[in-house]
């Protein structure tokens, strides 16, 4: 591993943020709620909200037509064009000099 990566996985970074008052007493309520410290519980649901979005989006939806035609090409897929034969040729020939 890179030595800046292990630098930057081990270095402590802050985030502020400046919120009313209300919303920093109904915080703190969830937190002691849960017997844990206001840093921890906003961080823990910053980072569960941040995993649920990056997964929601690395989700690919496709619609019922577009599902078949998937399988359909996964299932018999079209014959290579010309230059595409000719490129893998050409890469199989240099591969097993």
Known sequence: MDTSVKNRMGKKERIEARIPG??????????????????????????????????????????????ALFAKTMITPPAPKDVLAEAAGHFTGRKNR
Request: no cysteine; aromatic share 2%.
């Open 22 to 67: 209300e919303m920093k007493d109904l915080i703190s309520a969830a937190a002691k709620m849960e017997g844990r410290s206001l840093s921890d519980f906003v961080i823990s649901s910053a980072l569960s909200a941040a995993r649920d979005v990056v997964r929601a989006n690395a989700i690919l939806e496709l619609s019922k037509r577009d599902q």
